[in-house]
């Protein structure tokens, strides 16, 4: 691969992996009254809807790009998205060819946003373009979107009308690379520094341009990414959030996303400035949030981000888990699910929200109108305060032991799923909470600890 073509992947790499951009000091988050809602949010849900629902065996976009077969690169996979290996790669002429069979004729945002409002859920951000290119509305700006393949379709504005019904705030994301839009000029070659592929997954030279010929492409997608994110924000009313993937490369400015949407928060993402911090896969470090606005995002199945025909999804243990040490630090927590083709969610989703509810319905108090705990400086395990009294979070991995350091002698700790009063130890400072194992379950128990 020549030295140019070296670049134009290495800047590709860059600028579809920017996602933890932090803002310059001159940003300043906004203080709209509209916007004041999202640190007590708690819970958001992902929703990644797009084409590759249609094969149920790829990743969202990813699921196009030749992967990196490096021991390294699956052991990170891995890591982050559990059964990495049930997932298959499909060039990208095959994969946009879904488009055609990507019907949705089932989507119904109304009754999946009910489940999840029901569950503690405070607002829901939706794919409306992922990095293949293909938008969820009928877009006025390129060919390929939902309106091309069914007329008079819209699929944002039956989930920003589903969110408003359900009393769920807005949440629209939005790719700026857009792998459709850059097809001719890019490689679909996933491991960096190698040969690069095209959309049929076959060896070629990056085209040659010169320098004025890609200062002129670039002046073309900033203008198209501008005007899409524009069509976003001016179509759907009220919308809560703008949740930017990828560099935007200056596109459009915060300026002009306040002057469309003055309540509006937006992550750092795209623009390299943003309202608040989006760690992804990973629960983050806790100096990494400090002093932010913050959630958290993680997928809420094995394999990755799109819909998956195995149905490999997470436990309501690990989501209330991930959810608490969120809490426990300010942050919000917002795993991913994805509809079929269809638009349909398994029945599976559905439990796990009416699991999430029910845990919620006896343990409220402990994750909203909280201030973060003392964790992990004084505590072994995620905290949250109200008060004088001490939420103890134990989640489903605890072996049923908990040490608080450099704290008073506690007047009481009570499971709070039973009232019953729960064995404890206090010494020079040090309280040890024991757990019987006839009071454990395999979602998240909580001990109230009241101080004088």
Partial sequence: MSDTENEVVAKQHEMIGNMFCDPTANFERSKHPDAQWFPEAGLGVFIHFGISSVSGECDLSWGMMKPDRTAWSRKVAIESYGLFNMSVCI???????????????????????????????????????????????????????????????????????????????????????????????????????????????????????????????????????????????????????????GSADNAISVERIR????????????????????????????????????????????????????????????????????????????????????????????????????????HEESVSGVEPGPWPEQSDVPVTVKGKTWFVHFDYLNDGFATLNDVRKPVEARLMRTGEAVPYTYDAGTLQITLPEEMRTTLVDVVSVKFE
């Fill in 91 to 245: 060039p990208p002429a095959r994969y946009w060819a879904m488009a055609k069979d990507f019907t949705a004729d089932r989507f119904d945002p109304e009754k999946f946003l009910s489940a999840a409002k029901k569950a503690g859920f405070q607002y829901a951000v939706l794919t409306t373009k992922h990095h293949d290119g293909f938008a969820l509305w009928p877009s006025k700006f390129g060919n390929f979107h939902i309106g091309k393949f069914q007329p008079g379709r819209d699929l944002v504005r039956e989930f920003t009308d589903a969110c408003r019904k359900t009393g769920i705030k807005v949440g629209l994301y939005y790719s700026p690379p857009d792998w459709y839009f850059n097809r001719e000029f890019m490689s679909f070659n996933g491991a960096k520094n190698a040969l690069p592929l095209d959309i049929n997954h076959k060896p070629f030279s990056l085209p040659q341009r010169s320098p004025e010929e890609i200062a002129s492409w670039e002046e073309a997608n900033r203008a198209y990414v501008k005007a899409q994110t524009e069509e976003l924000l001016t179509q759907y009313g009220q919308i809560d959030i703008l949740w930017f993937d």
């Fill in 259 to 362: 002057e469309l949407q003055p309540g509006i928060l937006l992550n750092t993402r795209g623009l390299g400035v943003g309202d608040f911090k989006t760690p992804e896969c990973k629960f983050p470090e806790k100096e990494q949030v400090k002093g932010w606005w913050w959630e958290y995002c993680h997928v809420g199945y094995d394999g990755g981000w799109g819909y998956r025909n195995h149905d490999g999804y997470k436990p309501a243990g690990w989501v209330l888990s991930e959810f608490v040490k969120a809490r426990a630090w300010g942050g919000n927590f917002l795993p991913n699910y994805g509809p079929d083709s269809h638009g349909e969610f398994p029945e599976v989703f559905y439990k796990r929200m009416e699991q999430i509810a029910k845990w919620r319905e006896i």
